[in-house]
């Protein structure tokens, strides 16, 4: 029954989409005003939201994705998959597929971009933002034309969790190190990028699914959030992102939508003033996010005590009744303890942000930042543009930097904690200023275990993080969408990291 209503549904939208005012819509460009600058229209670098936007599910498809309603991960590319043994995984592929070029997506392509993704010894001085969701080899061979076969080194049930953020872009196009010109299989394919200015895409006519109602979308970047708003309000821009509290409209055209996206600190432990896990721990006590956070971010977040949010199965239900919350007495008699027993509790540091951490970030920081003078510490914000922020986000670390505390919007819309902890809490992950042997015994345990045990050793991980100040919680963000007048998009929880065009539409 389910069956016929959608062979219904998806025949009364073409007769809609083939009638004279449908197509008129249909003809009038999008405009999306983004935040940020893209770096990159390579398959393997959609980690990053700002690349994401634009090319995840609109030119690049992967073989598996996730169902942004219910988290559980569902077919794309590939029509099934199976296991026959605990470290091999069988996919079907879906008959009939071509990317933009008219070449065929096969079982031969899916494995070279698995393999090139992973950015391995047959891609030298290739580096993909994406290699980190698959943090153990794997090995990718195509059986025949439509069956692909993945094998693991060690025991890993999520792998097809894990291949939703494989995209999958033709041959032809990767011969460079990094592609300029994406070729992918989505609904959108690629017309043109003016470095600084914009990038367009127009509608695949070769898409292997349903024909989209946007024919051709143009991205324009306005780093102000009082800009885009504007943009939108004066017609110049269909669908702005990040906007801020202060300019969201009351007439419904302001959408919100969580993507588990928490603003989190994330202080070097290694150096001083933060080697003690006393000064760590005051960093919590000092901050009063019960204030801060109302004020200055409003309906755009909450306050939050942790790195991951209740959609994640690395979640503690439990914790905000334990957690380290504003007391600067506290915070004070703990700094104190740490310089009696030889602590340099004095040292200053850098607190590392960036102007588009988040909308209003900077006032926060900055009201951050006064909490933690007034408990005796030495702060100094230092903002810089994204790739100089994200070079000191990554290990390892010049002995000569200097102890940084650094401000992260973290996002996870996996429902998996394996996309979060091993690269930022684990001794050997590549965004980590950590090192404790019993959250990387935890984490190992845990990324081996399937269910409920899964799901228990990342708590147990997660309670020694938070309790040695690891990773501080400072808000739950709560993220808005301003559209146009005759511009419908309903967001979900990986809104913030793709915009999928296939779902909006003209009224």
């Known amino acids: 029954m389910q069956q016929k209503l959608n062979v219904a549904l998806i025949g009364a939208a073409a007769i809609l989409a083939g009638s004279p005012v449908m197509a008129q819509k249909a003809e009038k460009p999008l405009t999306v005003v983004l935040a940020q600058e893209l770096d990159s229209l390579d398959p393997c ?7 994401a936007n634009i090319v995840r599910a609109n030119v690049f498809e992967s073989l598996t994705r996730v169902n942004p309603l219910d988290g559980k991960v569902a077919p794309l590319l590939a029509e099934s998959w199976s296991q026959p043994n605990s470290k091999t995984w069988i996919f079907k592929l879906k008959k009939g597929v071509v990317f933009h070029d008219g070449s065929a997506f096969t079982a031969k392509v899916a494995a070279a971009n698995i393999m090139r993704t992973q950015a391995g010894a047959d891609f030298p001085g290739l580096s993909c933002l994406n290699s980190g969701q698959l943090p153990s080899p794997v090995a990718a061979k195509a059986l025949d034309d439509l069956t692909l076969e993945v094998t693991t080194k060690v025991v890993d049930p999520i792998l097809p969790l894990r291949l939703s ?3 999958i872009g033709d041959l032809n196009s990767q011969k ?3 592609v300029l010109n994406p070729i992918g299989t989505g609904p959108y394919k690629f017309v043109s990028r003016k470095q600084g200015e914009s990038i367009k895409l127009t509608r695949a006519d070769t898409y292997w699914g349903a024909k989209p109602q946007i024919k051709d979308v143009t991205y324009i970047v306005r780093k102000e959030p009082s800009v885009r708003a504007s943009m939108v309000e004066t017609g110049e821009a269909d669908i702005a992102l990040s906007i801020q509290a202060q300019d969201a409209t009351k007439d419904g055209r302001t959408v919100t939508f969580k993507d588990n996206r928490v603003f989190v600190m994330r202080p070097m432990t290694f150096k001083e003033p933060f080697k003690d896990p006393r000064v760590r721990q005051a960093l919590s006590y000092a901050i009063n996010r019960e204030a801060l956070v109302p004020a200055i971010l409003g309906v755009t977040g909450a306050p939050f005590y942790q790195m991951q949010g209740p959609q994640l199965n690395g979640y503690i239900a439990d914790y905000d009744s334990r957690a380290m919350k504003y007391d600067p007495a506290k915070a004070k008699q703990l700094i104190a303890a740490a310089k009696a027993d030889g ?3 004095d040292t200053p540091f850098d607190i590392v942000t960036r102007p588009d951490i988040l909308p209003d970030g900077g006032e926060l920081v900055q009201a951050i930042a006064q909490n933690l003078r007034d408990v005796g510490l030495k ?5 810089i543009e994204n790739s100089a922020w994200r070079e000191l986000l990554r290990a390892p670390f010049p002995a000569e930097q200097r102890p940084t505390l650094q401000m992260i919007s973290h996002d996870n819309t996996s429902g998996d904690s394996s996309f979060s902890f091993p690269k930022y809490v684990t001794c050997k992950g590549n965004l980590s200023a950590i090192c404790n042997p019993e959250i990387d015994r935890l984490i190992a345990e845990a990324d081996v275990s399937g269910g409920d045990k899964r799901a228990q050793l990342y708590r147990q991980a997660a309670e020694i993080l938070y309790k040695e100040g690891g990773i501080i ?7 808005l969408i301003m559209l146009g007048k005759n511009v419908e998009y309903k967001p979900n929880s990986l809104s913030g990291l793709e915009i999928r065009i296939a779902d909006v539409r003209r009224k």
Do not use: L, M, P
Request: proline share 0%.
């Open 45 to 51: 670098d959609t980690q990053q939201a700002q690349n």
């Open 165 to 167: 953020y494989v995209d």
């Open 176 to 178: 460079v190190a990094k």
């Open 343 to 345: 602590h340099a509790v």
């Open 379 to 383: 702060g100094n914000i230092k903002s």
């Open 473 to 479: 919680g400072i808000a739950e963000q709560i993220r």
